[in-house]
């Protein structure tokens, strides 16, 4: 009897631990599944009474029972993440498998198998027309933590791709606690909120893309606004970082930002002396909800001459007759429509432009600038795409794309392809 008292203690002390750490996760799947075990073992237990058990039968119960707490998956504070074992740190594993097939109609570029309408084959000469290819370097994994502190989170994350000649490339590696963050990410000058979603890797033209090494500072308000500072890692040469500034303002339907940047550029003049020029940049952006399924989005910006802020058009140039650094003042837009048909289907239309501020009758034409004439005036770039999702975590894209760049001496380079691809994500 004595023996029976024990095991009886052995199993609710088992039971009870597994069961409040599981519904202290709020882990309904982990609840149903202790309670299926708690009515075998009580099953057991009503057997036991009518006989008397065995050493074997008690080692047995209690070794299940120890092994039922160990099993107890906490989740952790983040969607979709655990709890470290014996820490208050949580992890979420995220990513995806990705392949895309890409058949060129009109035109190749050479060095990128996704869009790269700068180098584009100029008057056709050059062109590899109707190229296929195919490619699963896009894929990604990644790693987010939270842990709690006194004044917050403490957040960290690190991504990576194979998007380097099927080698690992650092996407994202930084840290952010309090409001500050450190390390690699995109840049503060980008609108990420209003970029239309493209099956095209390398997105729409006309919007600055980056991801530098950063400190930056973010202060939030309860009512939607935000504003953030920040020190990026420059341009390959210069003496000083970057600084960014931002403020933006969301609302039920949408939100609205404005971006400034200031950058220096160097490089040697015609002579092999280093001379620097200081350039500043502008945007703006915004999105709305038109209807419950339909948004619209759209960006505009304006720099001078910073190469990973540039939208896509040239940096610097240096004057031949002078020696002094001129800045290419490049401009460009997105704009973008995405309707959400249903929770399968979904669609996005998307139009980037770009327009270098360099004109042969200008102080910054080609003939004081010494810039061939090769030079890109505009890009142009449209695309339509479909996605599809069968199931969850599953996303098959369509997407038909063509662009457009014309010289400073009038060549025109065209595109025009099909991509399709094929996403399995796991988070």
């Known amino acids: 009897m004595q023996v029976k008292k024990i095991v009886l203690a052995l199993l609710a002390t088992g039971l009870s631990a597994g069961f409040l750490t599981s519904a202290h996760a709020a882990d309904a799947d982990r609840i149903k599944a202790l309670e299926d075990q708690l009515q075998a073992l009580q099953k057991s237990i009503a057997e036991l009474k009518?006989?008397?058990?065995?050493?074997?039968?008690?080692?047995?119960?209690?070794?299940?029972?120890?092994l039922q707490g160990k099993e107890a998956v906490v989740l952790g504070d983040m969607p979709a993440s655990i709890r470290m074992p014996g820490s208050e740190t949580s992890l979420r594993v995220y990513g995806y498998a990705e392949a895309n097939m890409i058949k060129d109609i009109k035109g190749t570029a050479a060095g990128d198998k996704f869009t790269y309408l700068q180098?584009?084959?100029?008057?056709?000469?050059?062109?590899?027309?109707?190229?296929?290819?195919m490619t699963a370097q896009?894929?990604?994994?990644?790693?987010?933590?939270?842990?709690?502190?006194?004044?917050?989170?403490?957040?960290?994350?690190?991504?990576?791709?194979?998007?380097?000649?099927?080698?690992?490339?650092?996407?994202?590696?930084?840290?952010?606690?309090?409001?500050?963050?450190?390390?690699?990410?995109?840049?503060?000058?980008?609108d990420l909120d209003d970029g239309p979603e493209t099956?095209?890797?390398?997105?729409?033209?006309?919007?600055?893309?980056?991801?530098?090494?950063?400190?930056?500072?973010?202060?939030?308000?309860?009512?939607?606004?935000?504003?953030?500072?920040?020190?990026?890692?420059?341009?390959?040469?210069?003496?000083?970082?970057?600084?960014?500034?931002?403020?933006?303002?969301?609302?039920?339907?949408g939100g609205i930002n404005a971006r400034l940047i200031s950058q220096e550029q160097r490089g040697a003049d015609p002579a092999?002396?280093?001379?620097?020029?200081?350039?500043?940049?502008?945007?703006?952006?915004?999105?709305?909800?038109?209807t419950g399924d339909l948004t619209a989005m759209g960006q505009w910006a304006k720099v001078d001459g910073d190469a990973d802020n540039a939208l896509m058009m040239g940096a610097n140039y240096p004057d031949t007759s002078t020696g002094a650094m001129l800045l290419d003042k490049s401009t460009g837009y997105v704009l973008?429509?995405?309707?959400?048909?249903?929770?399968?289907?979904?669609?996005?239309?998307?139009?980037?432009?770009?327009?270098?501020?360099?004109?042969?009758?200008?102080?910054?034409?080609?003939?004081?600038?010494?810039?061939?004439?090769?030079?890109?005036?505009?890009?142009?770039?449209?695309?339509?795409?479909?996605?599809?999702?069968?199931?969850?975590?599953?996303?098959?894209?369509?997407?038909?794309?063509?662009?457009?760049?014309?010289?400073?001496?009038?060549?025109?380079?065209d595109l025009s392809r099909v991509n399709l691809q094929a996403r399995y994500s796991f988070n």
């Open 50 to 66: 009518a006989a008397t058990p065995t050493k074997k039968e008690v080692s047995d119960l209690t070794d299940q029972v120890t």
């Open 272 to 290: 092999g002396k280093f001379v620097t020029k200081s350039g500043v940049g502008f945007g703006f952006g915004g999105s709305y909800k038109l």
């Open 119 to 133: 180098v584009q084959p100029l008057n056709g000469t050059g062109a590899d027309e109707g190229k296929l290819a």
């Open 199 to 253: 099956v095209d890797f390398n997105g729409p033209i006309g919007m600055p893309f980056s991801r530098p090494v950063q400190v930056r500072y973010t202060y939030a308000l309860p009512t939607g606004e935000t504003f953030k500072a920040a020190l990026e890692a420059p341009s390959d040469g210069a003496h000083r970082p970057n600084l960014v500034l931002t403020a933006a303002k969301s609302f039920d339907d």
């Open 138 to 190: 896009t894929s990604r994994f990644g790693f987010e933590t939270s842990t709690p502190t006194a004044l917050g989170a403490l957040h960290t994350q690190v991504e990576m791709d194979f998007y380097s000649t099927d080698r690992l490339r650092l996407r994202h590696a930084y840290g952010e606690y309090a409001g500050w963050l450190v390390g690699k990410t995109w840049s503060t000058f980008m």
């Open 336 to 413: 973008g429509l995405t309707n959400v048909f249903n929770s399968q289907w979904r669609a996005t239309l998307a139009y980037g432009h770009v327009q270098s501020q360099h004109s042969a009758s200008s102080a910054y034409g080609i003939a004081s600038a010494g810039v061939d004439g090769s030079n890109n005036k505009t890009l142009s770039q449209l695309h339509l795409n479909f996605y599809y999702t069968p199931i969850k975590n599953v996303d098959l894209g369509a997407e038909y794309i063509m662009g457009k760049r014309t010289t400073y001496t009038g060549e025109v380079g």
